[in-house]
């Protein structure tokens, strides 16, 4: 696969990873009733949860810009 076909495919992954993830962290947090907690608990929660989503789109834009095979 090309690295024009890698950027393609790498950048519709990365809209739907992430908009999936946000729904997961929504309903992780309602399930646990974030809100009802301590404001240091919520916030480490959103912390943790709005940088989580970096691990794996790393991989993919790892993924999308490694050089055309030869």
């Known amino acids: 696969m090309n ?3 890698r950027k393609l495919v790498g950048t519709v992954l990365l809209m739907v990873m992430i908009t999936i993830y946000a ?3 929504m309903l992780v947090a309602v399930a646990l009733e974030v809100n009802t907690t ?3 608990v919520e ?9 989580l989503w970096v691990v794996p789109a790393a991989v993919i834009i790892k993924w999308m810009s490694r050089e055309d095979a030869a």
Do not use: E, N, Q
């Open 23 to 25: 729904l997961i962290a």
């Open 3 to 5: 690295i024009r076909m």
């Open 43 to 51: 916030l480490a929660y959103y912390a943790i949860a709005g940088l």
């Open 38 to 40: 301590s404001k240091y």
